[in-house]
């Protein structure tokens, strides 16, 4: 299974993590800073894979992101790899040919969309059209919600007035 | 850039992101934890947007490495609010946030529940992905039997039965007593004739969960899961959405074979046939294509394929062109596919006995011993640790030993180790074995633990035609510049019971080996010092007649 994903900038910086298995506050820092001295520093010729703590780290670099999923020992390395490549495939879908920024302003649709991906560290979902549909469909419950309340308010205001 | 939502929240992202240095980035976090706080205390006036705002402010505060510890009970308030804004909100942060062992997230499980059996089609979605994500034994203690229920339901839509078969593969994972075996085995079977590849594909990964536990009982899913991997790999009926890159859902592909590698043999012959055509299709038809993400995937299929001939422990046909295109990816450019093709030869090892095709790749395997990427280097020294018998032992061993003084700091204690335990196992004659133990002390001293050193004394005492070898070969160490404290320790004793064999040979008088162990004392710990003690003592037993002036020396030492 996937046991947490992170998203982590050419500085360092984070911006994304989920974890499917249980990492207290302080394991999860030192996973962040052991995996960021590890991959940050691997050059660009090099496999997409590395060991670490017994488990395997699949990782690819997009622009200034780079992109990994820990994975168990046995897992199919190169079905992560592309589950990560379906990731920023639907990122950029969404936002339209996305960026670093978009996922640092946006960062909560990155959290989102990436929770009709992956569940329970599997991969839930592998048609682009089928999340796409869904997202936006939560997109308009917030939207409806918002109009609604803002109707809502209107009306009151107008009523006192 | 879209921005989609909150002002606040992307003014004070642009703050943060605005500060020179961390002192003012604290700061300004600190201003606005203080004020969420502040807000937060009279919480009657916050309206849902602003409770949103503040619970995603803490997110993001999070993320940059903060602690934000008095905004879980808030995020895990939200999972009740009346409205799915909120509502999802609560649930996604709650998830990011905590994990199965914080106490409080027990208090959510009743709105959890209600959401869960309730009518509302999105709030079921929301519940369950949290649930999946972080739900722990409790959870999977209080809900099983509703998130069962989902996933059987012909009612609720696949969007729901797939987030449901997730969810029940959390909570089987955290409690296998959940899933009554006895009734399973059928609904399983029944999940696998689901047209839907969104809820086949979760249903797969649930059913290798159960059939890795138990696979007798799940025999009747064993036909069907050929039949979708045959469907898949000819390409028929599935739809365009579910084709990545040309490649018929390869995940659901991967996840069918990996089911069917968890039983032990197919019976049924007809079964058998359809499967190794499958398979075999795969393993020959498999090319190299420019497009990466299409070739990712289809050799995701094909690694897959070939553990699954392996566990099948097919003809010996299929399996020599296993090897065969094993010993091709290995010498690969690409690394993915070198990484893949070594630990791929690793497996093969556990498997019949195809050691001697394997050797045949020998060099290349140890050309990658030097790869530039240290992920490739630790396969290709599993690899050679796995292939290594009394015929190759020699050559690989020396390889080892090359590598090891220019291997990384990573990887000098696996290194020694599997070094040591080849020399031990497969040592043509026991005074190379010696040498290879001491050349390992000299070039990665650190990582030699005392079991080592204590087997080559052993060795060494137990056969007599070893003793000379050995104590002159520990003398030429010694007389080195920098000695490594192991090497002292090991010296000392051989020295110390056989040097006087060397007597006759020039520098190696008893007064000669003696000087030469004495000056290391005070550069050695307290472990060492009883060994040179014990040394010189041996040395002077061993002297006759006796020399008076050494003994004097030596007993100054000791008195």
Redesign the interface.
Known sequence: MIHFVLLISRQGKVRLTKWYSPYSQKERTKVIRELSGLILTRGPKLCNFVEWRGLRVVYKRYASLYFCMCIDEDDNELEILEIIHHYVEVLDRYFGSVCELDLIYNFHKAYFILDELLLAGELQESGKKTVARLVSAQDSLVETAKEQASSISNIIAQATK | ?????MRGL?VF?SDV?NCQNKDQERLRIDKELGNVRNRFKNEKGLT??EKKKYV?KM??IY???Y?VDFGHMKAVSLISAP???EK??GY?VT??LL???HDFLRLAINTVRNDIIGRNE?FQCLA??MV???G?REFAESLAPDVQKLLLSSSCRP?VR??AA??L??LY?KNPDIVNVDGWADRMAQLLDERD??VL??SM?LLVALVSNNHEAYWSCLPKCVKILERLARNQDV?Q??T?YGIP????Q?KTM?VLQYFPTIEDPYTRRTLFEVLQRILMGTDVVKNV?KN??S??VL??ALALVMHLDAEKEMMSQCVALLGKFIAVRE??I???GLENMTRMLMVTDVQEIIKRHQAQIITSLKD?????R?RALDLLYGMCDVTNAKDIVEELLQYLSSADFTMREELSLKAAILAEKFAPDLSWYVDVILQLIDKAGDFISDDIWFRVVQFVTNNDDLQTYAAAKVKEYLDKPAVHETMVKVSAYILGEYSHLLARRPGCSPKEIFSLLHEKLPTVSTTTIPILLSAYAKILMHIHPPDQELQSQIWAIFF
């Open positions: 850039m879209t921005m989609h939502g992307s992202i992101r849902p947007y995603w997110l993001y993320m940059l490495g602690d409205k799915y804004p999802q909100v996604i998830s990011c994990n199965e062992n999105t369950l992905t999946g994500n972080i722990g969007l797939k987030k997730l969810c593969l959390r994972r590849l969104g594909t979760s990964s739809p959405e579910y990545y859902s390869p995940w659901l991967v990996r993400n990712n995937a050799h995701a690694f897959e690394p993915n070198r990484y893949l530039p990427d240290v992920s490739i630790r």
